[in-house]
């Protein structure tokens, strides 16, 4: 089992950047693949970045891709996510979550990104 802690959200301004960083607790967090998502009010779950267990390969939706950088340290069982350039479109509540062959079975609990014009 895994557990997970989101931090380094927060408000800023349009054009800003965030580093997003989630902890993992649990002695199999490096066989797991991530992904990070976003929930915006009234909007479904987003996926927006996914990292293979080693890290050698990620994946963004169109939304941020060349915005946002998805990177992790298995060595200190950390993932982050880069945001740069944020839009007052990307203000939403962030979650990291650990893919399992069972599919995102373990989630953080999230951290709110606020981004004004």
């Known amino acids: 089992q895994v557990q997970l802690v989101e931090s380094g959200g927060g408000l800023v301004q349009s054009g800003d950047s965030l580093r997003l960083s989630c902890a993992a607790s649990g002695r199999t967090f490096s066989s797991y693949g991530m992904g990070w998502f976003r929930q915006a009010p009234g909007k479904e779950r987003e996926l927006l970045a996914t990292i293979s267990w080693s890290g050698d390969s990620t994946g963004y939706a169109d939304s941020v891709k060349g915005r946002f950088t998805i990177s992790r340290d298995n060595a200190k069982n950390l993932v982050y996510l880069q945001m740069n350039n944020l839009e007052p479109e990307d203000t939403a509540v962030y979650y990291c979550?650990?893919?399992?062959?069972?599919?995102?079975?373990?989630w953080g609990q999230g951290t709110q990104v606020t981004v004004s014009s």
């Open positions: 979550a650990a893919h399992t062959p069972y599919g995102y079975r373990y």
